[in-house]
């Protein structure tokens, strides 16, 4: 049966042009920026390669134009399916879904040159009709005034964000190459949003990378299309298919000034659920590797939220899949609390449809992996996001506490295993988005701790929810003690292990063996960067497809007393200290600079290793933080580089280490000239 095609017709006396910009922002509102984090790459230059419209911000537009959000090849959300853009003043755009005009919807062009049509919501189209297009078509009668875009699906769209484990590109996954081959999935289409920062909110993304906007998976399309501003060029995709690493690969032959697209975990997600449901899936990529949570925060005037995230809210979505935290292990505690502010606030801006306000939204809790700061109390917190401790409806979180990747050579931060990542993930989505009652997403979740016997016990039994039967313990890759059971209990200030074994029967639980004799004053499970011990799992089939049976338990910490113990409540682990400040070095120490001229641009830098020496370059804005962050056998400097087409003239601190493992992390806030940063070694 053949799709219907859409047409958009607008009463207008101007031919319209498909692809404009809406409401393109000033020059000024859109700053470029070098992120600086471990895993940081590079960003937009903020030039576009769509057509604009006639007309700039402040004036009307004399032409019919759509959003970038909408290009051929693209999905919209199959209940909501609404279309936006620019156009003249008062004029009339009626919206005609297939051959049916009877059925047109109707807008109206306000005075501020902006119109919006939300449309009858539509039955999800077949995804296996590759060819057999939908066409959206713009017209007021007159000959050519239209805008006509094909192959359209209606399905479900996802927003993937996060950092670089989200950024972390489909050439570098595991079974790269079979993954690459099998990459034509008809109904699976791409969308990738450039990186850049804004101070202020924007209407529409500064750019694209996808140059045509929506992208139907390839082979071709899912290595990535990236700018030629590190030596490749658009057209040739080559390079991205080839195995590689963002700035801060482990494997310099490895190294790229940009990771490429298309996310991993983002594409095996959508591949995951569009198998599982049969409805078309859209994938919106917008990540940038090394940024923290606050930057992607409303609250906070995110700068990463404003370029990225804010000029993708006037379109329904279906939810979100969100990979990040590496960034905040520094300071774990605040991140319960800005997780949960921050998905109530993007909730609040989009522009959903109210029966579908309370979109999904899928964290994943980091992967066994190694980064500075406090990576165990990290993990701890982004537990706060979901229930008990939280009462955010239609929010998931899976776990990867079985994914290490010693070898990777992007660094073990970047996992190779996305597969796992991306069908935990999607699991999830057919238990909270699609009402599979049968599902068990979480793996086990302990919840209660009894004590036996009551009166001098001798064991701890733990109950687990989540979980599907039997529980096991396994010994996986990365266990280096198979006699440890990952148990530790707390007496008289020192933890250590306990042996734990499933108890056997109809309900989940484990039985810990008590060795101090009664209650310890605390009990905790797989507090380690990369657990080393035996894993515990239990047997949910995450996909027979994939290969993958099995959801690891997720870490937990309960404090104890007289009368039984509880889980500490996530954002609340002892002993997490707050950065202190860096002590300023003798003035003769930290000579001044000289001074700075031009327009300040956010920048920074990783390190990076140079002959035998480990080069440190931080960018400061204010000699003051300059002095503090450099100290004694270090110099305050001042430098310009090319950043794309703008020179970037920046002040830094240089030193040098034999010690290459030394790196340095550095934290910033949003103001600038007077901007303020501290190195903090990690």
Known sequence: MAIPTVAV????????????RFGAPDAKDVPSSVDGARDGSSGSSGTSRHPTANGSRGSAPSQLSLHKMFSDSMVLQAEAPKLYGLGPPGRTVRVVIGLNASRASVGVVGADGKWAVLLAAQPPSDPTSRGVSIAISVTDGCSGCNITLSDVLFGDVWVCGGQSNMEFSVAEMFDRDRVIATAGIPGLRLFAVQKNKSTTPLDEPADLQYPQGWVSSSPETVCGAEYDNDGYSPANTTPYCGPHCGPSSAVRSFKRATWGYFSAVCFVYGRAVLRDTGRPQGMIESCWGGTSIESWSPA?????FNGMIAPLQKSPIRGVIWYQGEANAGRPNPYADQMRGMIESWREGWQNPAPSKNFTFILHQLSACTYGGDVPALRWSQQGAVAPWSTLPNVAMTVGLDLSDPSSPCANVH???????GERMALAARAVTYGDTSVTYTGPV???????????????IVAFSGSTLP????????????LDQGVEVLY???WSSASAAVVSGSVAQLSVALPGGGLPDGIRYAWQSIPTTQLLFDSTIVSATANLFGLPAAPFWANCSAVGCTLITPGFIPGDPAPSPPTPPPAPMCPQPTALTGECTYMNHTSFKESAKHMISIPLYSYEAC???CKASATC?????????????YMFCEMYSEQVSDLTKVTTTEECPTLALAAIPV
């Open 492 to 494: 008289k200030g020192v």
């Open 446 to 460: 302990a919840t209660t701790f009894t004590a036996h016997p009551l009166l001098n016990p001798t064991s701890l």
């Open 627 to 629: 002095c503090s962050a």
């Open 637 to 649: 400097k001042t430098a310009s580089m090319r950043h794309g087409p703008q020179h970037v003239n």
């Open 9 to 20: 017709v607008a009463l207008c006396l101007i031919s319209g042009i498909r692809g404009n």
């Open 471 to 482: 529980l096991e313990y396994r010994t996986i890759n990365q266990t280096t003690s198979p």
């Open 415 to 421: 996992i190779r295993n996305k597969t796992a990542v």
């Open 300 to 304: 906070n005037n995110g700068s990463n």
